[in-house]
């Protein structure tokens, strides 16, 4: 009997995971399966570019898991028993169920619109591909001098603010935060910003809470009102619902909780990598949602799964982050190196280098999901029938 391990969602951490562990079990003792909706990888990190009208590399699956042994199983998720271990999935044939011996959840993030009126119905996002495209195909038919105003002041919102006035120089560009612009950045950081959206010519509403939207503005916590011919909605990110619903120990928010080793600290059987996790950092602070974040517990996850399959030693690497890097357009960028709890330092890199660098950590990321192993030597190694049997059955450590 083959070992069934069944991995939710291909992002970044979902695939890295499925690769990662074919390299390191032998085919002939794990049945992998990959459950994605989609055909072909998607760099979430550069909706921005699609929105704004870029054309992307496709990166089909078929290809990037040719010869590896994870089966790719094109299908949504609709739940998920964990007193079963079983996944529930409809694709084009109709409603199956999957069984499983270790689950791994990476069903990710969406957008969120914050329960603000009129955000659902008016504004657009650019946290999924098809939400990209109809941005992508709304901002193609806006005429000169309208105006597009991006609703969040994070990372997703400066990078679609700044990408969007670089590519349509002839809109009316502007950037509603909740904060001041940049306001966890480096006092480095927070000039460059201002400098790059004064030379796109980008509006910017400081201390702006967004309390409605409608088809032609915005509305402030203050009594003003934005004009917009087009809201973009960037102000982070809502978990997938699906392991809310399930007995995984969960946070109100529905991230699943995890140990170390990204393993459910209810249910030992299943893991949890990217978004989907809570997971502890440096600074008994939890890891925020990015690839910064999700890259390495992917790595993480696949190699606790193998140590505890194979009885090897479990993985002990702290995930600690190094720098925030923002794209600001094509031509410009910033890089603001942080500790390892993420908290900003004086140094930062900005300007053309900062955006070429920025471009060599998102191809880096896209090359990483298809080389899970960095291109380092690797040796399957066997399953004990022992462990595959009896692994779900041990606790979760404390």
């Given at each position: 009997m083959q070992h069934r391990i069944i991995v939710l969602g291909a992002g970044y951490t979902g695939a890295i995971v499925a690769g990662r562990l074919a390299k390191r079990l032998r085919r002939?003792?794990?049945?992998?399966?990959?459950?994605?909706?989609?055909?072909?990888?998607?760099?979430?990190?550069?909706?921005?570019?699609?929105?704004?009208?870029?054309?992307?590399?496709?990166?089909?699956?078929?290809?990037?898991?040719?010869?590896?042994?994870?089966e790719l199983r094109l299908a949504k998720v609709t739940g998920v028993d964990v007193g079963r271990k079983t996944v529930a999935v409809i694709d084009a044939n109709g409603a199956e169920e999957l069984a499983y011996d270790t689950l791994v959840y990476a069903l990710g993030s969406g957008w969120n619109a914050q329960d603000v009126s009129g955000t659902a119905e008016h504004a657009?996002?650019?946290?999924?591909?098809?939400?990209?495209?109809?941005?992508?195909?709304?901002?193609?038919?806006?005429?000169?001098?309208?105006t597009v105003v991006v609703v969040g002041g994070g990372l997703t919102g400066l990078e679609a603010a700044t990408e969007i006035?670089?590519?349509?120089?002839?809109?009316?560009?502007?950037?509603?935060?909740?904060?001041?612009?940049?306001?966890?950045?480096?006092?480095?950081?927070?000039?460059?910003?201002?400098?790059?959206?004064?030379?796109?010519?980008?509006t910017v509403h400081e201390h702006a809470a967004v309390t409605g939207v409608e088809a032609d503005r915005v509305a402030t916590a203050d009594g003003k009102a934005i004009p917009a011919a087009v809201t973009v909605w960037t102000t982070g990110f809502a978990?997938?619902?699906?392991?809310?619903?399930?007995?995984?120990?969960?946070?109100?928010?529905g991230q699943i909780v995890v140990d170390g080793t990204m393993r459910s600290v209810s249910h030992p059987d299943v893991y949890a990598v990217g978004d989907a996790a809570m997971a502890m950092g440096p600074g008994d602070k939890p890891l925020r949602m990015s690839c910064a974040s999700g890259t390495p517990a992917a790595w993480q996850a696949a190699d606790a799964i193998a140590a505890r399959l194979t009885g090897g030693k479990l993985?002990?690497?702290?995930?600690?982050?190094?720098?925030?890097?923002?794209?600001?357009?094509?031509?410009?960028?910033?890089?603001?190196?942080?500790?390892?709890?993420?908290?900003?330092?004086?140094?930062?890199?900005?300007?053309?280098?900062?955006?070429?660098?920025?471009?060599?950590?998102?191809?880096?990321?896209?090359?990483?999901?298809?080389?899970?192993?960095?291109?380092?030597?690797?040796?399957?190694r066997r399953v004990t029938r022992e462990r595959a049997t009896a692994g779900s059955a041990v606790k979760a450590p404390a």
């Amino acid at each position: 009997m083959q070992h069934r391990i069944i991995v939710l969602g291909a992002g970044y951490t979902g695939a890295i995971v499925a690769g990662r562990l074919a390299k390191r079990l032998r085919r002939e003792d794990v049945a992998i399966t990959l459950v994605n909706a989609e055909p072909d990888f998607v760099e979430r990190v550069r909706m921005h570019q699609l929105a704004a009208g870029q054309d992307l590399t496709p990166r089909p699956f078929s290809e990037m898991f040719a010869g590896t042994g994870v089966e790719l199983r094109l299908a949504k998720v609709t739940g998920v028993d964990v007193g079963r271990k079983t996944v529930a999935v409809i694709d084009a044939n109709g409603a199956e169920e999957l069984a499983y011996d270790t689950l791994v959840y990476a069903l990710g993030s969406g957008w969120n619109a914050q329960d603000v009126s009129g955000t659902a119905e008016h504004a657009y996002e650019i946290a999924s591909r098809p939400g990209a495209l109809r941005l992508r195909e709304r901002l193609a038919r806006l005429d000169a001098g309208q105006t597009v105003v991006v609703v969040g002041g994070g990372l997703t919102g400066l990078e679609a603010a700044t990408e969007i006035a670089e590519a349509r120089p002839d809109l009316d560009v502007a950037l509603a935060a909740h904060g001041g612009l940049g306001d966890w950045l480096s006092p480095k950081g927070r000039e460059h910003l201002r400098k790059v959206f004064g030379k796109l010519g980008i509006t910017v509403h400081e201390h702006a809470a967004v309390t409605g939207v409608e088809a032609d503005r915005v509305a402030t916590a203050d009594g003003k009102a934005i004009p917009a011919a087009v809201t973009v909605w960037t102000t982070g990110f809502a978990v997938h619902p699906i392991a809310k619903a399930t007995a995984l120990e969960v946070t109100g928010t529905g991230q699943i909780v995890v140990d170390g080793t990204m393993r459910s600290v209810s249910h030992p059987d299943v893991y949890a990598v990217g978004d989907a996790a809570m997971a502890m950092g440096p600074g008994d602070k939890p890891l925020r949602m990015s690839c910064a974040s999700g890259t390495p517990a992917a790595w993480q996850a696949a190699d606790a799964i193998a140590a505890r399959l194979t009885g090897g030693k479990l993985p002990n690497v702290p995930i600690r982050y190094f720098n925030q890097c923002i794209s600001l357009g094509r031509k410009e960028g910033l890089i603001q190196y942080v500790t390892a709890d993420d908290r900003a330092v004086q140094a930062v890199l900005t300007g053309r280098l900062a955006a070429v660098y920025k471009e060599l950590v998102c191809k880096g990321a896209a090359w990483g999901v298809a080389n899970p192993m960095l291109g380092l030597p690797t040796r399957r190694r066997r399953v004990t029938r022992e462990r595959a049997t009896a692994g779900s059955a041990v606790k979760a450590p404390a």
